[in-house]
């Protein structure tokens, strides 16, 4: 009987699994929706502030009031910064816009670039919707993804990266060896 309820169980979770989740604005992209970031260099400078510019273009006509898209921006590495009250940085550290930054379909966001060499991937997923605040058909998705490489770290930047550890360092450090010599 034990086996029989737990074979039950087993068959529901995988029936269950088994459904498509669909997405609250359609469950496939729209075929002539786009999602671009602009001014994402091929090259990064460490620790250089660059502005980008997100553009949804395609899917249904601009409404000419209520919402008009959204968007979601994932750097693998770096620090995204809102450029003005349309977009904020999420807890993960993901970018997004507010609810007043839907009724447009471009926004400025800035990137500042890791002290690193390793390369970065950003990953966006932009939604077009149609204005009429329902997850209707008229609603369209894209997600597209980036890639910028960094550049080769020389001395300076190797030291401001670990800038904050050295402070740290000589501000407890030194004392603690000076106290240590008196004795």
Do not use: C
Request: charged share 20%; proline share 3%.
């Amino acid at each position: 009987m034990k086996n029989r309820v737990l074979g039950y169980l087993f068959t529901l979770v995988v029936y269950i699994l088994s459904i498509p989740i669909v997405s609250a604005h359609g469950e496939n992209a729209g075929s002539d929706t786009s999602v671009e970031i602009i001014g994402i260099p091929g090259t990064y400078n460490s620790g250089e502030v660059y502005e980008l510019s997100i553009v949804l273009a395609g899917g249904p006509e601009e409404a000419e009031q209520g919402h008009r898209g959204g968007f979601n921006l994932k750097a693998s590495d770096g620090t995204l910064s809102s450029k003005d009250s349309t977009t904020y940085v999420t807890e993960n550290g993901e970018m997004t816009h507010e609810h007043s930054g839907a009724n447009q379909r471009t926004w400025l966001v800035e990137w500042t670039a890791p002290y690193s060499e390793n390369e970065v991937t950003f990953t966006i997923a932009g939604n077009v919707v149609d204005g009429d605040h329902q997850p209707t058909d008229g609603d369209d998705w894209a997600v597209s993804d980036y890639t910028s490489f960094g550049s080769e770290l020389d001395l300076s930047d190797r030291v401001s990266q670990f800038s904050e550890i050295i402070i740290l360092i000589v501000l407890f450090g030194l004392p603690l060896v000076l106290l240590y010599r008196k004795k």
